[in-house]
């Protein structure tokens, strides 16, 4: 692990890449080259934005009829593998410790769903609640626009799905509860190790992952189907502790199961190289060999189909792994059905809903 005087302690990034979209800006990317760190303030800052749209489409072959909605921007949990971190690009950020200390919030974000909800053009279709940033980050114990936004959602009796590796989750248990009623959600609880110090570096500011078996188990005696996310799976790093997360997710009443293989697009490949080699200097060359095994010997991987899983010998022994940890322990499990037919639009204040309970 890594001892360096400049490691920055609970951030999973120790460096600010450079934006591509910015014409000046710093970078320290190359921290032996200079005579001190380019930081001075470690603390997270707050940016609010009020967008005209919350709800999106997803425009992507592997996601198809998905549509997503994220009230943060960044996220504090600092995970080191986040593909979300070049978004933060666009807001005028680094994809490095910005990502974590820069934090844009959409406060208005469920008024600004149920107008879209009001539309007659609407037609319900799942959402993805988090699928770019965990929308249990942190700032939500404080802000709590995710629970706005769940109230939305059962008023509307509109189906959602939510990804989190936060235990702040079962806040909302009551919330969740009711739209598992009308059979209307699932989630999915994100445990990439269960090994501590790992987690510890790979994912600094979440919550462990005994914390989060119990979010699964606490989910499913509540009747809210819930499963777990194995991923991304590092080759080299998390990926032999695929049977024992999956064994342990199904013991505390998982349903289901998923996984991807970590792909080190754009700003992520010089973030995640730093880290791994501060880190775990023994192993980092060989888990960076093997990622790019997985994707055409390079660490980006664009191609819709097969971007999410690999290709190669490694990454197929990753999907046998996966598939045979599943049949093992989830077999005849399920999440069931989302009804599509329940979503309703309230009447306007003064009006009686009709033929409606």
């Known amino acids: 692990m890594a001892e360096q005087e400049e490691y ?3 951030r999973g990034a120790q460096i600010n890449t450079a934006n591509k979209f910015l014409k000046q800006s710093y970078a320290e990317e190359h921290i032996e080259a200079i005579d001190e760190p380019l930081l001075s303030d470690e603390r997270t800052q707050v940016f609010y934005e009020h967008p005209k749209k919350i709800v999106n489409k997803v425009d992507s072959p592997d996601l198809p009829g998905m549509y997503s909605m994220n009230p943060y921007q960044g996220c504090e949990h600092g995970c080191i593998y986040c593909y979300a971190r070049n978004v933060h690009e666009y807001w005028g950020f680094s994809a490095g410790l910005d990502f974590e200390r820069k934090i844009v919030v959409k406060p208005d974000a469920a008024k600004v769903m149920e107008k879209q909800f009001m539309s007659k053009n609407w037609k ?10 965990d929308c249990y980050q942190p700032l939500e114990r404080k802000l709590k626009i995710t629970r706005s936004l769940l109230e939305v959602l059962l008023k509307f009796r509109h189906p959602v799905s939510l990804i989190t590796k936060n235990s702040l989750i079962l806040r909302d248990t009551d919330l969740l509860s009711g739209l598992a009623k009308l059979k209307l959600i699932s989630v999915m609880v994100s445990i990439t190790s269960l090994k501590e110090e790992l987690r510890l570096a790979m994912e600094p500011r979440t919550t462990t992952a005994k914390q989060r078996l119990k979010v699964i188990e606490e989910l499913s005696k509540a009747g809210i189907p819930t499963g777990v996310m194995t991923a991304p799976i590092i080759p080299g ?12 997710a199904a013991h505390h009443g998982a ?6 293989i970590v792909r080190l697009n754009g700003a992520i490949g010089p973030i995640f190289r730093d880290w791994i080699h501060k880190n775990f200097p023994d192993a980092a060359d060989k888990v960076m060999n093997q990622i790019a095994d997985c994707h055409g010997g390079q660490l980006n991987d664009s191609r819709y189909g097969v971007r999410m899983r690999g290709e190669g010998k490694i990454a ?3 999907r046998l792994l996966f598939r045979s940890a599943v049949r093992k322990h989830l077999s005849g499990r399920s999440f069931g ?3 599509l037919t329940a979503f309703r639009r309230p009447a306007p ?5 009709l033929f409606q309970d």
Do not use: C, R
Not at 237 to 248: D, G, R, T, V, Y
């Open 337 to 339: 059905e989302i009804d």
């Open 255 to 260: 349903v289901g199961a998923g996984y991807t």
């Open 8 to 10: 920055f302690k609970g």
């Open 316 to 318: 197929e022994g990753i």
């Open 349 to 353: 204040h003064g009006q009686t809903e």
């Open 124 to 133: 319900p279709s799942p959402i993805m609640l988090s699928g770019n940033t």
């Open 237 to 248: 790093l998390n990926s032999s502790e695929i049977p024992a997360i999956i064994k342990a």
